[in-house]
């Protein structure tokens, strides 16, 4: 009878074992060193617009049926300033279908109004994208990742990120090197983060500083390494409808049922730990 106890705890210890691997969460990988693509070496040098009259080579009016576009761009940044930047514009523009990588910013966006930023992959830059001083810009459906800043917005106000996979931000490539975050916003007010997805990132999904009246909703905030957000010194952040999943209360949870099975099977078995000397 005993032996028969025995064998159905053993089952049922390892059912369990089963069930808590199967459910936990991915794996956040390392930050990779940029990578040496051919195909990022074949096309646009980077480029710099500096006022209205810097879209003049570019289809469009400048208006807000008929916008400039800059579009299916393949751009290595060569470890310089920028791959696109654009500075003290308020005409509408549309920065489309384009793919940008290695520079300290993959877009630079200084002092500028009405852009739209849509359906680009940014990676392996200093800053996925920086809004400074920026009014009324829409941030939407871009894939952001493998960036130290993910999308950082500075005195930047009335803007829409909407729609965006912003993932594996903030990673240390180097020991010296501190965590960071999806989103930072500094400064900045007034502003929608709505539906995107804000995950596995290296400190914080959000992170906001001095910054007030955002709204904040619908996002995927998972696994990311301190927490969904952080506020220092804000008033008026409004957060609703985010699915928010802590991976760090997770795998605490797991360990602690694991260790228990463990315990469990070690009593059983006789198990005992091997101390070195």
Known sequence: MRRVSQVVLILFVSALLFLVIAFLPAHIPELRHFEDDERLRVTAVPLWINGNAGFAD????GNETHPYIIADLLINGISGLYCIRITHTNVFFVVQNCTLTNASAGLDLVNITHGMIYNNTISHQMIGIR???SLNNTITECIIKYNYFGVHLSHADNNTLLGNTIIYNGLPRYAEDLPESGVYLSGSHNNTIESNNISYNGLYGLKFSLSHDNTIKKNTLHCNGDGAWSETFCTGNSFTGNDVVDCKAIRGFQWFIV???????????????????
Not at 58 to 61: A, L
Not at 265 to 275: A, D, P, Q, T, W
Request: proline residues 4%; glycine residues 12%; hydrophobic residues 40%.
């Open 131 to 133: 809004l400074d001083t």
């Open 259 to 277: 260790s228990g099975a463990l315990l469990l099977l070690s009593s059983i078995y006789g198990i005992r730990r091997k101390v070195a000397s």
């Open 58 to 61: 570019y289809p469009g009016s």
